[in-house]
Structure formats: structure tokens, C-alpha cells
């Protein structure tokens, strides 16, 4: 029992990480109706930013907020010039452009800041927390931003003009061109959103799975994975995926003889689509239902 | 009012309707194309020989994904696993049993289609992401279910397989890849064919129906599930065909080279040989295979960054991929001649 109790502590400590991440995609798939496969990698670029603004002596927080702001503004930016243009092209030739987008990031941070590996700050410290050997202090930080992180969205997008406007772009963007809403801005500021809340998540991550080019590749995966099995149209879903995915891969490590590192994430996405099977809209998406 | 109809909401189907006619070459254009095929490897050198031979096993499993996609309006990402799949059985076939290279490729497409037909079952209740998600969980599995110590027997585990060479027959005086080459052409012409006489067929129409509108296709009296289960099959089997024809031509067969990767690279061909446009699968080839190189010689260490750029560069273009500079090319042709 304790092995298990072990295990699911740990679970959760892991599934933070891809809470955090599933939040950013379900953001940008909010806005654009895509996954964004570069998503990772606009996250791992931030992060980069933000250790570089550390070294150059600039303190913890303020190199976070300013990092947010950048990200922030990057994502504008990507979205003014790359994802603009492509707003009438197939849905296919903008998931390629996605790739395109994963090739760059990648290799210009590899060749910015090289592939060895970072050790990256954090500010919760690294001692265990309320004396449990499994999570540590920063993992238990890193759940409460998560948290924090939903509630702070749950209210904007509940109570605010522009939060209702957002939702309104991407649920009708014609109704919602119609009454006045810029829906082209709305998109941009999407990406903007997406882009902070990556930047949020790869800070976090970082002093778990240190700091180098390809740190997001794995992580991207299981947030994809836990934003799908929540469902994508529900910010809430997608921290609690986050959270399962986390605890199932643990468990079925632990608990599945002949199951080492390499098969679990198999069996995680084996499961998810089990699920997938039984509720096609995730846990707690809202169906969508069709008409001819 | 209820709750379901508040919520219904009309979607543009995810893929383009490409009608049937503009999804192939018109003779001519297909004749001459076959010329350059034929005759271009006797001026060349062998390893370029050799990389007209993967040009065309790419072209193959590009052009199963756009059956697939472009066809029935169903994603994969797992396109890989179906690759390996053919690729180890004909190593396997080879190399344990001893058989003839030639007659190892039906018996991969078979397995292949198989697999691809009992995989598209679960895959019916998905779409969307929610496929690609699931395709690409087969992608992300596969390398790792062929390394497991179970079938190393078989797969030679991490090591892979070794494959031997085939020799021209019948005392045919013809270098190793020049035979391979003729022998792959001869395949995949007769692939194509095949692919676009299916397009053309009842079975064609059912998976463009299903992939414009699912709901009035079965309202039409379409059986969705078996055909969508059948699109899988068609395409897993191709895959698997071109998988084998690439173990001979490689002659190695190992888990990594089978990764995800691959399994977007040939994504990426089918985007940008435009979907639904057959013919395309082949330019979308040339793009996946000679692309990376050429980012690799402009920049050792941002060659990834230029393949990035070059990509960009050619969605912006043109978003329907080579099928676009086709149809602009016909028009201007039809212009001349009339004026």
C-alpha cells in the first residue's frame, strides 16, 4: 500500500509538468482550433530567454516577468507573420507549417545556446515538502502556479469583455465578427496567451528535466496526450489529464512486469485512447454535435 | 430549444474536396513523366541510382497516406509503423526463410493491409486530432515493440537485420541498383495505377463521400465503417509494400529507422505534393528526401532552421502544394492554345 500511495505521489509530482503544458495547448487550441507542434519548443525557447536574462544579472522574478512579456509579444509576432498568412490555406498545410516552425525554433536555440545541458534555478528551493521524500518543494510549487494559473484563466475568460470576446472568436467567429469583435486580434492575442502560459510551464519544468533544446520533445508528447484526454475544449480537463497521465504512467511502471521506461509511454497513449474510444470528446470536452 | 441543437454546429470538412478528375495526370503529362523515369537512371551515377530507388519507395508511402487522407479524409501520423511493419517482413522473409525478395512484397502488403484494416477498427471512433493522436501513439510504439526481447529472435533486437542485395536476373548485364531501380519503377507504376483506378471505382466514391460528409454518406447508404476500415488497410498496405521495397534497397533494417520522424516527413510529402493529388506524391518525395540536404548544405549547424524557412517558403507560395502549380500550369497551357 505504501509503494502505491508511493507511486501515486510521485504520479502527481510528474503530472504537474504536463498539466502545465496540456494548459498551453488547450489555450492555443482554444484560439486556432489546432494543435500547436511547436508549442514545446516556443516554451523551451522562452525558458532559454529567461536564463539568459539570469545570466546576464538580472534577478529570479524580474527575469520572469520580463520573459512573460517577450513571450507574450513573440507569439504576436509569430502569428502576424507566419499563421496570418496562412488563415484561408488547408488545415494540413498549417499543422506543416507548425513543423516548420518546431524545425527553426529548435535549431536556432541549439545553435544560440548549444546542446549541452543547464541547470536552472528555482525558486520554491528543493528540499521535501511536508516531509515526503517523493515531492519536493518545487514540484509542489509548480502544482500550485498550475492551479493558480486555472483559476486566473477560469476568471478571465468567465468575467471579463475581452475573455467572452475570445471565446466568442473561436466558438463563431462569423456571429461573433458580426457583433464586433475583432476576431483576427483575438487570435493573435491567443498565441500571445499560449506563448506566456508555455513560457510559465517551461520555467517550471526546467529544474526538473534541466535546460537544453530538445528538453520539451518528451514533455510535449504526454501534454498533448493529457490535453486530449481531458478535452481540448476545457482548460479544467486538461490540468486534470495532465495529472492522470502522470499518475498512469508511474503506476503502470511500477505495477505491469515487463514494463521498463521505454514502454510506458506506449502504454500511457495505449490508455488515453481507450479512453478516447469510450468518451471521443475527452473527459470533460464538450461534445460537438454536427449538422449536415 | 435543446441543448444539442444550441450546440450543433456546421463543420468544413477538414480535408478539401478534390474532385475526381483533378486527382490524376491526364495522359500526356503521365507518358512523359514515365520517359524521364525510364530513361534518366542510364546517365547517371549509382548513388544517384540509388536515390531515385528511395525517391520512388517514399513516392509509394506518400502516396498511401494520400489515399488515406486525401481519399478518405482520415489523418495518420503513424504512417511508420506501417513502413516498418512491411520493412521487417521482408527482411525477416529474406533472411530466416530464405524466400525470394521478389515474392517477400505481396506478403508484406498483405500483413500490412491486415494490420492497417484491425488497426482502423478502434481508429473509427476517432477523428480528427483525436486519430492523429491515436496514429501517432502506433508511431511512437512501433520502434519500441521491435526492439522488445521477445521477437529478438526474429528482429535481431536493437542491432537490426542485414539484408542482402538482390542481383539483376536472368543474366541481365546491370549494375545492382540499376536492376533495383527498374524493378522498384515497375512496382510503383503498377501501384499507381491501381491507386487511381480505386479513386475512380465505387469503393473510390464511397471514401470521398465519407470524406466530404460522413453523416450524408451514410444517409446515402454508404457503409462508413467498412470502408473507412478499408481505407486504412489500402494505405497500411501500400506502406507496407513500399517498407519492404526500402529494406532491400537500404539493405538494413533497424528499429530507429523507423521512428516518428519518418512518419512526418511523409506528412510532409504528402502537403506539399498537394493533398488528394496523387501525381503530387512523388514531387512531395523529391521534397522530403533532397530538401534536408540541400538545408544541410547551406548551413552545417541551421540546417534545420533552413529546411524550416524552405518549408515556409513553400506553403506561403503555394498552400495546396505542387497540385496548385499544376492546375495554374493547365490553365496557362489551355490559354495558349486558345489564344
Same mark, same amino acid.
Given at each position: 500500500?505504501?509503494?502505491?500511495?508511493?507511486?501515486?505521489?510521485?504520479?502527481?509530482?510528474?503530472?504537474?509538468?504536463?498539466?502545465?503544458?496540456?494548459?498551453?495547448?488547450?489555450?492555443?487550441?482554444?484560439?486556432?482550433?489546432?494543435?500547436?507542434?511547436?508549442?514545446?519548443?516556443?516554451?523551451?525557447?522562452?525558458?532559454?530567454?529567461?536564463?539568459?536574462?539570469?545570466?546576464?544579472?538580472?534577478?529570479?522574478?524580474?527575469?520572469?516577468? @520580463?520573459? @512573460?512579456?517577450?513571450?507574450?509579444?513573440?507569439?504576436?509576432?509569430?502569428?502576424?507573420?507566419?499563421?496570418?498568412?496562412?488563415?484561408?490555406?488547408?488545415?494540413?498545410?498549417?499543422?506543416?507549417?507548425?513543423?516548420?516552425?518546431?524545425?527553426?525554433?529548435?535549431?536556432?536555440?541549439?545553435?544560440?545556446?548549444?546542446?549541452?545541458?543547464?541547470?536552472?534555478?528555482?525558486?520554491?528551493?528543493?528540499?521535501?515538502?511536508?516531509?515526503?521524500?517523493?515531492?519536493?518543494?518545487?514540484?509542489?510549487?509548480?502544482?500550485?502556479?498550475?492551479?493558480?494559473?486555472?483559476?486566473?484563466?477560469?476568471?478571465?475568460?468567465?468575467?471579463?469583455? &475581452?475573455?467572452?470576446?475570445?471565446?466568442?472568436?473561436?466558438?463563431?467567429?462569423?456571429?461573433?465578427?458580426?457583433?464586433?469583435?475583432?476576431?483576427?486580434?483575438?487570435?493573435?492575442?491567443?498565441?500571445?496567451?499560449?506563448?506566456? &502560459?508555455?513560457?510559465?510551464?517551461?520555467?517550471?519544468?526546467?529544474?526538473?528535466?534541466?535546460?537544453?533544446?530538445?528538453?520539451?520533445?518528451?514533455?510535449?508528447?504526454?501534454?498533448?496526450?493529457?490535453?486530449?484526454?481531458?478535452?481540448?475544449?476545457?482548460?479544467?480537463?486538461?490540468?486534470?489529464?495532465?495529472?492522470?497521465?502522470?499518475?498512469?504512467?508511474?503506476?503502470?511502471?511500477?505495477?505491469?512486469?515487463?514494463?521498463?521506461?521505454?514502454?510506458?509511454?506506449?502504454?500511457?497513449?495505449?490508455?488515453?485512447?481507450?479512453?478516447?474510444?469510450?468518451?471521443?470528446?475527452?473527459?470533460?470536452?464538450?461534445?460537438?454535435?454536427?449538422?449536415? | 430549444?435543446?441543448?444539442?441543437?444550441?450546440?450543433?454546429?456546421?463543420?468544413?470538412?477538414?480535408?478539401?474536396?478534390?474532385?475526381?478528375? /483533378?486527382?490524376?495526370?491526364?495522359?500526356?503529362?503521365?507518358?512523359?513523366?514515365?520517359?524521364?523515369?525510364?530513361?534518366?537512371?542510364?546517365?547517371?551515377?549509382?548513388?544517384?541510382?540509388?536515390?531515385?530507388?528511395?525517391?520512388?519507395?517514399?513516392?509509394?508511402?506518400?502516396?498511401?497516406?494520400?489515399?488515406?487522407?486525401?481519399?478518405?479524409?482520415?489523418?495518420?501520423?503513424?504512417?511508420?509503423?506501417?513502413?516498418?511493419?512491411?520493412?521487417?517482413?521482408?527482411?525477416?522473409?529474406?533472411?530466416?526463410?530464405?524466400?525470394?525478395?521478389?515474392?517477400?512484397?505481396?506478403?508484406?502488403?498483405?500483413?500490412?493491409?491486415?494490420?492497417?484494416?484491425?488497426?482502423?477498427?478502434? /481508429?473509427?471512433?476517432?477523428?480528427?486530432?483525436? #486519430?492523429?493522436?491515436?496514429?501517432?501513439?502506433?508511431?511512437?510504439?512501433?520502434?519500441?515493440?521491435?526492439?522488445?526481447?521477445?521477437?529478438?529472435?526474429?528482429?535481431?533486437?536493437?542491432?537490426?537485420?542485414?539484408?542482402?542485395?538482390?542481383?539483376?536476373?536472368?543474366?541481365?548485364?546491370?549494375?545492382?541498383?540499376?536492376?533495383?531501380?527498374?524493378?522498384?519503377?515497375?512496382?510503383?507504376?503498377?501501384?499507381?495505377?491501381?491507386?487511381?483506378?480505386?479513386?475512380?471505382?465505387?469503393?473510390?466514391?464511397?471514401?470521398?463521400?465519407?470524406?466530404?460528409?460522413?453523416?450524408? /454518406?451514410?444517409?446515402?447508404?454508404?457503409?462508413?465503417? #467498412?470502408?473507412?476500415?478499408?481505407?486504412?488497410?489500402?494505405?497500411?498496405?501500400?506502406?507496407?509494400?513500399?517498407?519492404?521495397?526500402?529494406?532491400?534497397?537500404?539493405?538494413?533494417?533497424?528499429?530507429?529507422?523507423?521512428?516518428?520522424?519518418?512518419?512526418?516527413? #511523409?506528412?510532409?510529402?504528402?502537403?506539399?505534393?498537394?493533398?488528394?493529388?496523387?501525381?503530387?506524391?512523388?514531387?512531395?518525395?523529391?521534397?522530403?528526401?533532397?530538401?534536408?540536404?540541400? /538545408?544541410?548544405?547551406?548551413?552545417?549547424?541551421?540546417?534545420?532552421?533552413?529546411?524550416?524557412?524552405?518549408?515556409?517558403?513553400?506553403?506561403?507560395?503555394?498552400?495546396?502544394?505542387?497540385?496548385?502549380?499544376?492546375?495554374?500550369?493547365?490553365?496557362?497551357?489551355?490559354?495558349?492554345?486558345?489564344?
Amino acid at each position: 500500500m505504501e509503494l502505491f500511495t508511493n507511486q501515486v505521489l510521485a504520479g502527481i509530482a510528474t503530472g504537474a509538468i504536463y498539466a502545465c503544458m496540456a494548459l498551453a495547448v488547450v489555450m492555443i487550441y482554444q484560439a486556432i482550433d489546432h494543435l500547436n507542434f511547436a508549442q514545446g519548443e516556443m516554451a523551451m525557447f522562452s525558458t532559454f530567454i529567461s536564463w539568459q536574462l539570469m545570466q546576464w544579472g538580472i534577478p529570479y522574478w524580474w527575469a520572469f516577468l @520580463l520573459t @512573460l512579456i517577450i513571450s507574450f509579444a513573440g507569439g504576436i509576432l509569430i502569428e502576424r507573420l507566419l499563421f496570418k498568412p496562412l488563415a484561408k490555406a488547408p488545415v494540413l498545410t498549417n499543422v506543416a507549417g507548425f513543423i516548420a516552425l518546431f524545425a527553426i525554433v529548435n535549431s536556432v536555440a541549439g545553435l544560440t545556446w548549444d546542446f549541452t545541458i543547464k541547470q536552472y534555478p528555482t525558486p520554491f528551493g528543493s528540499s521535501p515538502f511536508l516531509g515526503s521524500q517523493l515531492i519536493s518543494t518545487h514540484q509542489a510549487g509548480m502544482i500550485g502556479v498550475t492551479v493558480g494559473l486555472l483559476i486566473a484563466l477560469y476568471l478571465f475568460f468567465q468575467f471579463t469583455r &475581452i475573455g467572452l470576446a475570445m471565446r466568442a472568436a473561436a466558438a463563431l467567429p462569423e456571429s461573433a465578427r458580426l457583433v464586433g469583435v475583432n476576431t483576427s486580434w483575438m487570435i493573435a492575442l491567443g498565441w500571445g496567451m499560449a506563448s506566456a &502560459i508555455g513560457a510559465i510551464a517551461g520555467i517550471l519544468i526546467a529544474p526538473v528535466v534541466f535546460l537544453e533544446p530538445n528538453m520539451m520533445g518528451g514533455v510535449l508528447i504526454y501534454g498533448f496526450a493529457a490535453a486530449v484526454l481531458g478535452g481540448l475544449t476545457s482548460p479544467l480537463g486538461a490540468v486534470l489529464g495532465g495529472f492522470l497521465v502522470g499518475v498512469f504512467e508511474n503506476l503502470a511502471g511500477t505495477y505491469i512486469p515487463g514494463v521498463g521506461n521505454e514502454l510506458k509511454l506506449p502504454i500511457a497513449l495505449a490508455l488515453i485512447i481507450t479512453v478516447l474510444v469510450v468518451k471521443p470528446a475527452g473527459l470533460m470536452g464538450r461534445p460537438i454535435v454536427k449538422r449536415v | 430549444m435543446s441543448a444539442a441543437t444550441e450546440d450543433a454546429v456546421t463543420e468544413a470538412p477538414a480535408v478539401e474536396a478534390v474532385p475526381k478528375r /483533378a486527382m490524376t495526370l491526364g495522359l500526356g503529362t503521365s507518358l512523359a513523366v514515365l520517359a524521364a523515369l525510364v530513361i534518366a537512371p542510364l546517365f547517371v551515377k549509382n548513388f544517384i541510382i540509388f536515390q531515385m530507388t528511395m525517391l520512388l519507395i517514399y513516392a509509394l508511402a506518400v502516396l498511401a497516406l494520400n489515399i488515406l487522407t486525401g481519399g478518405s479524409g482520415q489523418f495518420s501520423l503513424g504512417q511508420s509503423a506501417f513502413y516498418a511493419v512491411g520493412a521487417y517482413t521482408s527482411a525477416i522473409l529474406m533472411e530466416h526463410v530464405g524466400m525470394n525478395y521478389a515474392l517477400t512484397l505481396p506478403i508484406a502488403g498483405i500483413i500490412c493491409f491486415a494490420f492497417g484494416f484491425v488497426f482502423g477498427q478502434p /481508429a473509427l471512433r476517432l477523428s480528427g486530432v483525436y #486519430l492523429a493522436l491515436a496514429t501517432f501513439a502506433l508511431a511512437v510504439a512501433m520502434p519500441q515493440l521491435l526492439k522488445l526481447g521477445f521477437f529478438e529472435h526474429w528482429t535481431g533486437g536493437v542491432q537490426g537485420l542485414v539484408v542482402t542485395k538482390p542481383d539483376a536476373p536472368f543474366g541481365l548485364k546491370m549494375s545492382q541498383d540499376m536492376w533495383l531501380y527498374y524493378f522498384t519503377l515497375a512496382i510503383s507504376i503498377g501501384i499507381y495505377v491501381a491507386s487511381v483506378n480505386l479513386l475512380r471505382s465505387r469503393s473510390g466514391r464511397a471514401f470521398m463521400a465519407i470524406r466530404d460528409n460522413e453523416i450524408a /454518406a451514410s444517409a446515402m447508404g454508404v457503409n462508413v465503417a #467498412l470502408y473507412k476500415t478499408l481505407a486504412f488497410g489500402v494505405s497500411a498496405g501500400i506502406t507496407g509494400i513500399a517498407g519492404g521495397l526500402g529494406a532491400i534497397a537500404v539493405q538494413f533494417v533497424a528499429p530507429d529507422g523507423y521512428t516518428i520522424t519518418l512518419a512526418i516527413s #511523409l506528412f510532409l510529402g504528402m502537403v506539399v505534393g498537394g493533398v488528394g493529388w496523387l501525381p503530387g506524391s512523388i514531387v512531395g518525395s523529391a521534397f522530403i528526401i533532397f530538401v534536408p540536404n540541400i /538545408a544541410e548544405s547551406i548551413s552545417k549547424g541551421l540546417s534545420g532552421a533552413v529546411f524550416g524557412v524552405l518549408l515556409f517558403i513553400v506553403i506561403f507560395l503555394v498552400p495546396h502544394g505542387a497540385r496548385q502549380v499544376a492546375i495554374v500550369a493547365q490553365q496557362l497551357i489551355g490559354k495558349l492554345r486558345k489564344g
